[in-house]
T-cell receptor
Framework: ETGVTQTPRHLVMGMTNKKSLKCEQH?????MYWYKQSAKKPLELMFV???????ENNSVPSRFSPECPNSSHLFLHLHTLQPEDSALYLC?????????????FGPGTRLTVT | DAKTTQPPSMDCAEGRAANLPCNHS???????VYWYRQIHSQGPQYIIH???NNETNEMASLIITEDRKSSTLILPHATLRDTAVYYC???????????FGAGTRLTVKP
């Protein structure tokens, strides 16, 4: 247990569906992140939030829409996804948005787009 | 951020020390060396990090060469549960955009 939880753990959705991934951290951290890990590929950073404000969007398609209502919760809203979006989506948090703080990862949501 | 080079895979006997190398020859003075590992289908787990000095915690030791161009992660007594992909990452201070590479797949064998 890292103190970062993600729900659901597994999700199967059609290309016309709308779904949301949820991440919650119980560590009192101020920065939160979404990563994508496709099969046979390294982790890719998608979004970064610091004190609820988005500080980074790594050229992610608009069919992925993040939301950070407070420092403890992070959502990833999904709509009209493509089969190539099937991947493990990981949430992480760190105390500060700075280079001397380690990131704590959740267990991930395994997404399959059919 | 600097790039890192790691061997794609390594084996280690259970109970022996696992020494995982990482080359980061273009590292700059304000970049940290981080190590994470990822056990199959789980989220990455932080192991250790350092700037210049060697570091040790309950999980591992990190040895950074004097010129900082390479480092070694040491798991002193590897167990079967240490089988995972190990990532070496260099990251600037005040920048939390970690760039994960392919890592080293460590297999601990009985």
């Amino acid at each position: 247990e890292t103190g970062v939880t993600q729900t659901p753990r597994h999700l199967v959705m059609g290309m016309t569906n709308k779904k949301s991934l949820k991440c919650e951290q119980h560590l009192g951290h101020n920065a939160m992140y979404w990563y994508k890990q496709s099969a046979k590929k390294p982790l890719e950073l998608m979004f970064v939030y610091n004190f609820k404000e988005q500080t980074e969007n790594n050229s992610v398609p608009s069919r992925f829409s993040p939301e950070c209502p407070n420092s403890s919760h992070l959502f990833l809203h999904l709509h009209t996804l493509q089969p190539e979006d099937s991947a493990l989506y990981l949430c992480a948090s760190s105390l500060r948005l700075a280079g001397d703080d380690e990131q704590y990862f959740g267990p991930g949501t395994r997404l399959t787009v059919t | 951020d600097a790039k890192t080079t790691q061997p794609p895979s390594m084996d280690c006997a259970e109970g022996r020390a696992a020494n995982l190398p990482c080359n980061h020859s273009t590292i700059s003075g304000n970049e940290y060396v981080y190590w994470y590992r990822q056990i199959h289908s789980q989220g990455p787990q932080y192991i250790i990090h350092g700037l210049k000095n060697n570091e040790t915690n309950e999980m591992a030791s990190l040895i950074i060469t004097e010129d900082r161009k390479s480092s070694t992660l040491i798991l002193p007594h590897a167990t079967l549960r240490d089988t995972a992909v190990y990532y070496c990452i260099v990251q600037r201070r005040n920048n939390n955009d970690m760039r994960f590479g392919a890592g080293t797949r460590l297999t601990v064998k009985p």
